[in-house]
């Protein structure tokens, strides 16, 4: 009988798992990120939402300017060998 | 590759030109994810070197159709923390890294802004710092970070809003009033440089 709640206990705490993956487990401290960044473990307050946006520009700012860089010849080259040294054994 | 030979078949050779197109379309966001996460561009192409080798050598693991930005990511990501980051981040320079290209920002002014911005987000823990790149600026979803990385999708959420919050915090926003009328942030010259004086 004890045995028999703990198992349906055990079921619908997995559901609830489940669910809040699926839903929006915002600040639900995680142990994993805990272990990385000691000051994080306060679940992180809500930012006013032009905050938010900000930081997504910046963000964006920040990552398109390195996308701009040109590619490296080396990286060609390297692809091109890679290929012309397959098509050589494939023949 | 003669032409005169078997043209019933040339898809081998379509295949393999289109893969390789794939990956060089890729290397943008390669060399800007690896020097987001590694904090070197010197690190960063090494990386890139060696995810476009992993990546030749398994293109069967790739499934045609699928997102290759989301696959070579992911080969990217475990070379740098199976290899790269052991050799420790020390060899950072957050005034060096990026300034080749800091310099050709539109205004002296959002070259600040985006230098701020920089130390900043070197400053962050790495699984925020990954995060944040990998969902708000590379244009990958929640779903395929959370592959990427091997977690759940809410536990890249909570990096995500961790994320946000500390990167705040490092530029000194304490609220909507430090956020510039342009949108840009106001406050990140004068916190920052305290911060990041070693």
């Given at each position: 009988?004890?045995?028999?709640?703990?198992l349906?206990?055990?079921?619908?705490?997995?559901?609830?798992?489940?669910?809040?993956?699926?839903?929006?487990?915002?600040?639900?401290?995680?142990?994993?990120?805990?272990?990385?960044?000691?000051?994080?473990?306060?679940?992180?307050?809500?930012?006013?939402?032009?905050?938010?946006?900000?930081?997504?520009?910046?963000?964006?700012?920040?990552?398109n300017?390195?996308?701009?860089?040109p590619?490296?010849?080396?990286f060609?080259?390297?692809?091109?060998?890679?290929e012309?040294?397959?098509?050589?054994?494939?023949e | 590759?003669?032409?005169?030979?078997?043209?019933?078949?040339?898809?081998?050779?379509?295949?393999?030109?289109?893969?390789?197109?794939l990956?060089?379309?890729?290397?943008?966001?390669?060399?800007?994810?690896?020097?987001s996460?590694?904090?070197?561009?010197?690190?960063?192409?090494d990386?890139?070197?060696?995810?476009?080798?992993?990546?030749?050598?398994?293109?069967?693991?790739?499934?045609?159709?699928?997102?290759i930005?989301?696959?070579?990511?992911?080969?990217?990501?475990?070379?740098?923390?199976?290899?790269?980051r052991?050799?420790?981040?020390?060899?950072?320079?957050?005034?060096?890294?990026?300034?080749?290209?800091?310099?050709?920002?539109?205004?002296?002014?959002?070259?600040m802004?985006?230098?701020?911005?920089?130390?900043?987000?070197?400053k962050?823990?790495?699984?925020?710092?990954?995060?944040?790149?990998?969902?708000?600026?590379?244009?990958?979803?929640?779903?395929?970070?959370?592959?990427?990385c091997?977690v759940?999708?809410?536990t890249i959420?909570?990096?995500?809003?961790?994320?946000?919050?500390?990167?705040?915090?490092?530029?000194?926003?304490?609220?909507?009033?430090?956020?510039?009328?342009?949108?840009?942030?106001?406050?990140?010259?004068?916190?920052?440089?305290?911060?990041?004086?070693?």
């Amino acid at each position: 009988m004890r045995a028999c709640a703990l198992l349906r206990d055990a079921a619908s705490e997995q559901e609830l798992g489940s669910k809040m993956n699926a839903a929006n487990p915002d600040d639900k401290p995680e142990d994993e990120s805990q272990l990385t960044s000691p000051a994080s473990r306060k679940p992180a307050p809500e930012l006013d939402v032009r905050i938010q946006h900000a930081i997504g520009r910046s963000l964006q700012a920040h990552y398109n300017d390195l996308l701009s860089a040109p590619i490296p010849d080396r990286f060609l080259a390297l692809l091109a060998e890679l290929e012309a040294k397959e098509s050589r054994n494939g023949e | 590759m003669a032409n005169d030979g078997a043209p019933e078949k040339p898809k081998p050779t379509t295949d393999q030109r289109s893969f390789r197109d794939l990956l060089i379309s890729e290397i943008p966001n390669l060399r800007a994810f690896a020097a987001s996460i590694s904090g070197s561009m010197q690190n960063a192409d090494d990386l890139v070197q060696d995810t476009l080798l992993k990546a030749w050598g398994h293109e069967a693991s790739f499934t045609p159709g699928s997102n290759i930005r989301a696959w070579l990511f992911t080969i990217l990501r475990n070379t740098y923390y199976s290899i790269y980051r052991k050799r420790g981040r020390e060899v950072q320079d957050t005034d060096g890294i990026y300034s080749e290209k800091v310099v050709q920002r539109p205004s002296q002014e959002s070259a600040m802004e985006l230098a701020d911005f920089r130390k900043a987000l070197a400053k962050l823990p790495e699984d925020q710092r990954e995060v944040l790149i990998l969902v708000g600026a590379s244009g990958l979803s929640y779903e395929e970070a959370a592959t990427i990385c091997g977690v759940a999708i809410g536990t890249i959420k909570s990096r995500v809003n961790r994320g946000r919050a500390k990167l705040a915090e490092l530029l000194g926003i304490t609220g909507a009033e430090d956020i510039g009328p342009d949108h840009t942030i106001l406050a990140a010259s004068q916190t920052v440089g305290h911060v990041v004086s070693r």
